[in-house]
């Protein structure tokens, strides 16, 4: 969908029952559900583009607080001052922000009800709510949850397990439960493994992290974490794979696996998540749903659909779009140079070296202290549902076979738009290497 498309809003929203006062016309809303990375992001982009819509972002809570870098808390590397924000940031684009929880949505009257009873009517509705945490499917959880937290949403729990692992004793075991695929960032528990494990060997190196992971092996750039385990953490990270764990016991602090029971000084249990409840309800009456997927590419998130049990049928008759990206670094515009990638690099890339076409590289400066970088901006791979595509679908086609589809139909991938990026003098082709080496 075109932003435009999207902005091309009907009737005008107002609070449930209110009147246009002297016959101005008010503005369309654009309601926005959840105040991450992903809302957060949403709202602003909408108040940009279109400064005569009515943005009106809602969350449960009153300050942003990071998840991604929450590890780093764990670890003894950032406190929660350093990943806590708020929003005024985003007022400044003229982005109502209000408190509240979302409990239902009428899709009739574009009605979003919330949790004391209050009521926002809209005429663009984005759910952005994150997960749903399955406790139940763990046995025991529940009784548990005052000593056996998960800690995979930022805040009080965080600040808690940060407590629990510097009252352990030095020589007991961190035990880290990673669940069955797929779940909220999938890197995650092996990064807490890692900074948990950096804090063991300052503090108390005769402690052990263990990780029982529910998957058949690492879901998530796995060489790289098996690396810094043997290389950085031997002795003190113990990687199991297949290890599911069905039970906890929050009195004696054990867990049960398929194979055995396994006790632990602190257990740090993620359970199995899911879609949070409110976009399940929504998807249910019709609305169109934007969501997120942890997936090396755009294709693969139509075979991970899969994966999770949807029908191919319904992927291929309710899948608009999918899209990946990634961050590539900004060559730093003050010391910015021409200069000529070596012939092993266009090698790298799958590319005839270019005689007409200009690179560049920073020299590093003051200003990028050095780096020759200065921010980052995206690379996208957007691939379109076609008609072709959906037949593959339905025949459950591997992602190989409809990437290469999409790509005769016009689709640039990952690498396409970073060297059309480094073509245009904003990265490098080294840049463009690291980010998509694992790609074809």
């Not at 684009?93 to 979003?112: F, M, P, Q, R, T």
């Not at 930022?154 to 629990?164: C, I, K, M, S, Y």
């Not at 092996?190 to 108390?204: L, N, S």
């Amino acid at each position: 969908m075109r932003r435009r498309d999207f902005l091309k809003l009907g009737a005008a929203a107002w609070l449930a029952g209110c009147a246009s006062p002297g016959g101005v016309k008010p503005k369309a809303r654009v309601l926005v559900i959840g105040a991450g990375f992903g809302g957060a992001t949403a709202a602003k982009y909408v108040a940009m583009w279109e400064p005569g819509v009515q943005v009106v972002l809602v969350d449960r809570g009153r300050e942003f607080i990071s998840c991604p870098i929450s590890n780093l808390v764990l670890g003894g590397n950032r406190s929660m001052r350093d990943i806590t924000h708020s929003y005024d940031g985003l007022r400044k684009y003229g982005i109502d922000v209000l408190n509240g929880e979302a409990v239902a949505i009428d899709s009739a009257k574009k009605l979003v009800t919330f949790g004391r009873g209050s009521q926002l009517v809209y005429d663009r509705l984005v759910l952005s709510p994150g997960v749903d945490f399955l406790f139940s499917e763990v046995e025991g959880y529940e009784a548990a949850a005052d000593r056996v937290l998960h800690a995979w949403k930022a805040g009080p729990q965080t600040v808690e397990l940060r407590r629990q692992l510097e009252a352990m004793p030095d020589g007991g075991v961190y035990l880290l439960s990673v669940p069955v695929a797929p779940y909220r960032c999938p890197p995650g528990p092996y990064e807490r493994a890692c900074q948990v494990a950096h804090y063991f060997k300052q503090t108390k190196p005769r402690s052990k992290v263990l990780l029982l992971d529910a998957n058949p092996d690492v879901t998530s750039k796995g060489p790289l974490f098996k690396r810094a385990w043997d290389d950085l953490y031997k002795g003190i990270i113990e990687y199991r794979p297949n290890a599911k764990v069905l039970a906890v016991d929050g009195r004696a602090m054990t867990v049960r696996t398929e194979f055995d029971t396994v006790k632990g000084d602190v257990l740090n249990v993620v359970p199995p998540q899911r879609a949070a409840d409110i976009a399940v309800k929504a998807a249910l009456t019709g609305h169109q749903v934007l969501s997120t997927l942890h997936t090396n590419d755009a294709a693969g998130a139509i075979t991970r659909l899969d994966d999770m049990g949807i029908e191919p049928f319904l992927i291929a008759s309710s899948v608009l779009m999918t899209c990946a990206q990634r961050l590539v670094r900004r060559v730093c515009m003050n010391c910015r140079e021409e200069f000529l990638p070596d012939a092993e690099m266009f090698e790298k890339l799958g590319l005839e070296p270019k005689k007409d076409a200009v690179f560049y590289r920073g020299s590093g400066c003051d200003r990028c202290k050095g780096r020759g970088y200065l921010g980052r901006t995206a690379i996208i791979e957007a691939l379109p549902v076609s008609e072709p595509i959906r037949r593959l679908i339905i025949k459950r086609a591997s992602a190989a076979v409809i990437k290469n589809q999409a790509v005769t139909e016009g689709m640039k991938t990952l690498r396409m738009a970073g060297v059309d990026k480094a073509i245009e003098g904003v990265t490098t082709l080294e840049e463009v290497w690291r980010v998509t080496a694992e790609d074809r």
